[in-house]
């Protein structure tokens, strides 16, 4: 069975202080790893797609990079409009695109 | 281009009673799921279309849960009837490749 663990559950950043969001999975193939943001009321933003180990993306203050066993998205000097749930999610070789989710991060960065 | 659309975004009613969720997803998507997010949860997938027809509705609770997807495009999904536990956030999501783009959800309240 597919598993996502991420961690910390929360984490509080003074604006401008930069820290990484852990993903840990246990995949029998992996065909692909999202990243998504998650404001309150909303549905899941999506903010990447990694595939392969080595691979990294990079959107603003964000960078997402990927292992064979986990994945961080980095923040690089937050501001107070990072603040969101961040999930992450894997999508199993063989499988028919189906995404396994973890529990998410919940980030709050102060001014 | 317009997104995932939802309707109602918010529902309350009583258990024992039925309520049913509308979806219209992204243009050209052929793919459509529904997942079911419990407060401090990530998504859990429910069930899968691909056009009008069903990939996958293993985790769906057949006993009291309904779905279909007329015409494939826009998409139904029923509860009869509600139990308590039901209370949660319920997304549409939709894919024409591997990334799968949500809509604002549906927060129903069972009382």
């Known amino acids: 069975e597919d598993q996502v663990t991420q961690s910390p559950e929360a984490l509080r950043l003074q604006e401008g202080e930069s820290s990484s969001l852990n993903c840990s999975y246990t995949?029998?193939?992996?065909?692909?790893l999202f990243w998504y943001r998650q404001d309150p009321g909303k549905g899941p933003e999506f903010l990447f797609t990694l595939y392969s180990a080595g691979e990294e993306k990079e959107k603003e203050r964000l960078k997402a990079t990927l292992t064979k066993k986990e994945s961080f998205l980095h923040i690089t000097a937050p501001k107070p409009e990072d603040s969101a749930t961040y999930l992450c999610?894997?999508?199993?070789?063989?499988?028919?695109?189906?995404?396994?989710f973890g529990s998410g991060t919940q980030l709050t960065v102060l001014p | 281009e317009a997104g995932v659309a939802q309707s109602p975004r918010y529902k309350i009613i009583e258990k024992r009673q039925s309520v049913a969720f509308w979806c219209n997803p992204i243009s050209g998507h052929a793919t459509l799921y529904w997942y079911q997010q419990i407060l401090g949860q990530g998504p859990k997938l429910l069930i899968q279309?691909?056009?009008?027809?069903?990939?996958?509705d293993s985790q769906l609770p057949k006993d009291r849960f309904s779905a279909e997807r007329l015409k494939g495009v826009d998409s139904t999904l029923k509860i009869q009837p509600a139990k308590l536990e039901d209370s949660a956030v319920y997304l549409c999501?939709?894919?024409?490749?591997?990334?799968?783009?949500f809509g604002p959800g549906t927060r129903l309240t069972v009382t």
């Open positions: 999610a894997v999508q199993a070789d063989g499988s028919a695109r189906q995404l396994t």
């Open positions: 995949v029998s193939g992996l065909r692909g």
């Open positions: 279309f691909q056009n009008n027809g069903v990939v996958d």
């Open positions: 999501a939709s894919s024409h490749g591997s990334e799968q783009y």
